[in-house]
């Protein structure tokens, strides 16, 4: 089984600060990585697939990149509604990481 | 736009069988080409998915839960569900049906979720 890390666990910044959160796979996923944004109390919100493809309707501010087995999302400047729990997840048996939690 | 509606009882007893049903609207579960997914998420803690469903009723489990999940689907209705065996406290979470993106890679459309409780 494929085991995700993340890094950090929490991260404080503020409005129009960047954000650089990290997740790491266990073994090789090639590209096979999304990431996903929640909010209390709401369902995960898919934000990244394929490593850096953007999903529909998400802003461009949020990018993603890596392969194998580094991979970053990035919030070129944050928004106050982009603080949230952050999640990386990859396809074989669907396994997330642990999430990193973006405060102010 | 699809749109996905948990339901079922918020409290079960230890040891019965959690029972929850996914509504879908939006979208065909019988049409085929789509993965319909459950997944849970533990109190303050990370996601982990329990199996899906696609396409002429075939199904996948996440194997550590694999003996005592089974998820079924009634096409007359446009649902599918989830019944997980010999709960304990272990499997209180809030309990997620969620569709993929495609291929069933990753999970584009979730519904809102539903607490489940396990206790006496």
């Known amino acids: 089984e494929v085991v995700l890390t993340q890094s950090p666990g929490t991260l404080s910044l503020s409005p129009g600060e960047r954000a650089t959160l990290s997740c790491r796979a266990s073994q090789s996923v090639a590209n096979h990585l999304a990431w996903y944004q929640q909010k209390p109390g709401q369902a995960p919100r898919l934000l990244i697939y394929d490593a850096s493809s953007r999903a529909t309707g998400i802003p461009a501010r949020f990018s993603g990149s890596g392969s194998g087995t580094d991979f970053t999302l990035t919030i070129s400047s944050l928004e106050p509604e982009d603080f949230a729990v952050y999640y990386c997840q990859q396809r074989n048996l669907f396994t997330f990481g642990p999430g990193t939690k973006v405060d102010f | 736009q699809v749109q996905l509606q948990e339901s079922g009882p918020g409290l079960v007893r230890p040891s019965q069988t959690l029972s929850l049903t996914c509504t879908v609207s939006g979208a065909s579960i019988s049409s085929g080409g789509y993965y319909w997914s459950w997944i849970r998420q533990h109190p303050g803690k990370g996601l982990e998915w329990i199996g899906y469903?696609?396409?002429?009723?075939?199904?996948f489990y996440n194997p550590s839960l694999k003996s005592r999940v089974t998820i079924s689907e009634d096409t007359s209705k446009n649902q599918f569900s989830l019944n997980l065996s010999s709960v304990t406290a272990a499997d209180t979470a809030v309990y997620y049906c969620?569709?993929?993106?495609?291929?069933?890679?990753?999970?584009?459309?979730w519904g809102q979720g539903t607490q489940v409780t396990v206790s006496s």
């Open positions: 469903i696609y396409y002429g009723g075939s199904t």
């Open positions: 969620a569709r993929d993106l495609r291929y069933g890679d990753y999970f584009e459309y």
